[in-house]
């Protein structure tokens, strides 16, 4: 699902030097602001999205939002101008808004905390394998030029990747369960022990936290200034994600060689492969270990100090490897990221606290295509864009570093899962004032 999401919010990065730009006669500032805007709509839905799926269930709200973010897909195959893909940007955020963090509080109902780390990388693992499955396979379709319809290869594309969207909403409909409880593919021991085990976790934080409110969640400072760290690395993963194959495009005037539709695919896959890697042995890591600072903090230092470093790489190659560390830093962050707030949010206020990390986070969404535009055409080229995505992700390592040195995110001391779970019971013992993100 994750895949099908991703998949379909990034395809205008595949279209765009491939015809979409030239056909709508784009700007790259209309291009940026129209790839942006998708979060605009996505933002003002995030929270209510995410609250109705605590109260009517994963399974249908989920469900739903796919069938509904499918349908919106496959309507830019006949956008006709700048205008209307904006406004149809618009209504796919609309119709995605609260998938990402229904997605990860669905799971926080399925998987005890101190495996939760694990999972959570298995999840992510899904966005960098959508592009190094997804940009090849959007060069196929888009190669199938005239084929259906007499449409244009990239539009094309974009019926191609909105369809699965559709028919998996209804799979998932049928095929999900809201709780362990309801899967009758689980043995009784087995929903026995996971029932408890979760029921276990709920009721020991729920007890610590005198019943945290939605309204607390808002409040909360730990929750505000994990928005504000998210938000930096969010800059760099759509900066990149959105440009990186009008960046490429670019590679054919500096290497003097021409590359087909499908060779573009295949060189913007190639940061994401060790992207993929990265999340992976880095989760496994931090669950080995416990969670600490650096398992966050490090990779956005890495991230800061290399995406400015491809501007002064002297050929495609070499850029495409320092990218290619960026990418790294991003995608082995984010999983270790996410089992932060649920240290201290569950029920109704976890629902609202993750919507809104992940909405102040996606702020970054609108803003790092479209600033990314806006200065291209100002300045001619991308040197200035790169050097504000590293800036953003230092940012980002140093808010880590202040939080977890205040106390009021812990990390662990010890090592293996264990020590991860102590730090969410430990966490959990926290008093309410401080859960907010008050000191007494």
Known sequence: MFFINYLDRTAIGFAAPNGMNEDLALSAAQFG??????FIGYILLEVPSNLALHRFGARKWLAR??????????????????????????????????????????????????????????????????????????????????VFL??????????????????????????????????????????????????????????????????HAFKS????????????????????????????????????????????GLITAIPYVPAAIALWLWSRDAARRGLRTWHIAGPAIAGAVSIPLALFAGSPA????????TAMAIFA?????????????????????VALINTVGNLAGFSAPYITGVVHDWTGGYEVPMVLVGGFMLVSALLMVGLARSGRVKVARGHGPD???????????????????VRR
């Open 419 to 437: 020590a991860a779970a102590s730090v969410i019971a430990s966490d959990a013992a926290a008093p309410d004032d401080e859960v907010t993100g």
């Open 318 to 325: 070499a850029t495409i490897a320092v990218i290619s560390i």
């Open 65 to 146: 939002i796919m069938v509904s973010w499918g349908i919106v897909a496959a309507l830019f195959t006949w956008v006709g101008n700048f205008e209307q893909l904006a406004v149809l940007r618009f209504l796919l955020g609309v119709a995605e808004a609260g998938f990402f963090p229904g997605a990860i509080l669905f799971l926080s109902l399925w998987v005890p905390a101190a495996h939760r780390g694990k999972i959570l990388a298995l999840f992510y693992l899904a966005q960098p394998l959508t592009t190094v499955i997804g940009a090849p396979l959007a060069g196929v379709l888009i190669q199938q030029h005239g």
């Open 221 to 264: 400072g730990r929750v505000w200034m994990l928005s504000l760290i998210y938000f930096g690395f969010i800059y760099g993963l759509y900066a990149l994600a959105f440009f990186l194959p009008t960046i490429i495009e670019g590679f054919q005037a500096q290497s003097g060689v021409e590359f087909d539709v499908l060779q573009k």
């Open 33 to 38: 602001f129209a790839s942006g805007v998708f």
């Open 150 to 215: 007499g449409l244009e290869g990239w539009r094309f594309m974009f019926l191609g990747v909105a369809i699965p969207a559709i028919v998996v909403g209804v799979v998932a409909w049928f095929y999900l369960k809201d709780r362990p409880a309801d899967a009758k593919w689980l043995t009784p021991a087995e929903q026995t022990w996971l029932t408890g085990a979760l029921a276990s976790e709920k009721a020991a934080t729920e007890k610590s936290q005198h019943h945290v409110s939605i309204k």
């Open 333 to 353: 962050a984010l999983p270790n990221f996410w089992t932060l707030p649920t240290q201290f949010l569950t029920g109704a206020a976890a629902a609202a606290g």
